[in-house]
């Protein structure tokens, strides 16, 4: 049996029932990327798809740095049908790129804000539709509820997930009345161990690491508090311009960075300008940045000609061959599917 092989027994269950038995792509949960790639100074890379002519950008990046990916869906509840066709398209990208390298896909984050038993119905019947889709990656937002809010609604979102043993990623709740970001994780952890909830990912964004530079000692109090409950800590929320140091986090001991970054104005400079305004008008009113709003508009929009999708897809390249350098995960691929193949993961 091939290293391919061995690495393709590992997916999840729901993505070889989406992907098809004969697909090679190694699509995994990163929580087995995780496994592998612990003793690397690596975090992994986790890119939003704001606009599907990226994929083959993106997939190309990673063959060329021989890296590990993430690929995220922002919006995955948007409507019925977006977890099945953001799946599809990657499938798709995939497979016309033969692409072998190991992917992961992410849904979300999903923002939640309510307990309210009406709403987290609704949600929980969302996530079982985007578990059917093939994620296996579920992330979450919390920062509009109190730390026993998120507790409350996690402890009832979750059941997609566990069903499958699939991995979660949380973020940080509101932070408790005169305390800060590390007592709003601390009593998240705390009340998810409780209830047993298990948890892969804990999200803060860079926004909560300092205004300016970045509070390297804070980020290592969360990593520390964190890694003490078996948990990694992801990086997200990325400014619109270069990041301040992607390889600090990576330093700081962080296992994931949501690198969404530049991807948004470099996904709307596609559409000629009249498209560009109407979605940037749309973006105002809705109160979001008009690169994550394209993901939910993209389906609605004129399609891309030919020298559009060819200068997306070059753009997305090379701003992702950068993010993955930054992040260490030059070769990350090679190294992790060889662990892997290894019986246990067992290198030894």
């Known amino acids: 049996m091939s290293v391919l092989d061995k690495v393709l027994s590992l997916r999840p269950g729901n993505v070889v029932a989406r992907m098809g038995p004969g697909s090679r792509v190694p699509v995994l949960d990163p929580r087995e990327l995780l496994r592998a790639l612990e003793s690397s100074p690596v975090a992994l890379p986790c890119i939003p798809v704001l606009a599907k002519g990226a994929l083959p950008g993106l997939l190309r990046a990673a063959r060329a740095e021989d890296a590990v990916l993430g690929l995220a869906c922002p919006h995955p509840l948007a409507d019925r049908g977006?977890?099945?066709?953001?799946?599809?398209?990657?499938?798709?990208?995939?497979?016309?790129?033969?692409?072998?390298?190991?992917?992961?896909?992410?849904?979300?984050?999903?923002?939640?804000?309510?307990?309210?038993?009406?709403?987290?119905?609704?949600?929980?019947?969302?996530?079982?539709?985007?578990?059917?889709?093939?994620?296996?990656?579920?992330?979450?937002?919390?920062?509009?509820?109190?730390?026993?809010?998120?507790?409350?609604?996690?402890?009832?979102?979750?059941?997609?997930?566990?069903?499958?043993?699939?991995?979660?990623?949380?973020?940080?709740?509101?932070?408790?009345?005169?305390?800060?970001?590390?007592d709003a994780c601390g009593t998240l952890l705390e009340g998810l161990s409780q209830w047993k909830v298990p948890l892969r990912f804990l999200r803060v964004s860079e926004a909560q690491l300092g205004e300016g530079d970045l509070d390297v000692g804070l980020l290592r109090q969360v990593v520390e508090l964190a890694h003490a409950r078996g948990v990694a800590v992801t990086v997200g929320d990325l400014t619109a311009g270069a990041p301040r140091g992607l390889s600090s986090y990576v330093a700081a001991g962080v296992r994931k960075v949501d690198c969404g970054g530049p991807f948004g104005p470099l996904a709307l400079r596609a559409w000629p300008l009249d498209t560009r305004a109407q979605v940037v008008a749309r973006a105002q009113a809705a109160g979001m940045p008009a690169g994550e709003l394209l993901s939910m508009l993209e389906e609605g929009l004129p399609p891309l000609t030919p020298e559009a999708r060819e200068t997306l897809e070059a753009l997305a390249f090379a701003e992702a061959t950068e993010v993955l350098a930054a992040l260490g995960a030059r070769r990350s691929a090679t190294h992790a599917m060889a662990f892997l193949a290894k019986t246990g993961g067992d290198l030894g």
């Open 82 to 182: 977006a977890p099945e066709r953001f799946v599809s398209a990657v499938r798709n990208a995939a497979l016309d790129a033969e692409h072998t390298r190991p992917l992961f896909l992410q849904a979300g984050p999903v923002r939640v804000t309510s307990t309210d038993a009406d709403v987290l119905d609704a949600m929980q019947e969302g996530l079982f539709r985007v578990v059917d889709a093939g994620f296996a990656l579920v992330s979450l937002e919390l920062s509009r509820l109190t730390t026993y809010e998120a507790v409350e609604a996690v402890n009832a979102l979750v059941g997609p997930l566990v069903e499958r043993e699939l991995s979660l990623e949380l973020s940080a709740p509101q932070a408790p009345s005169g305390t800060g970001l590390l």
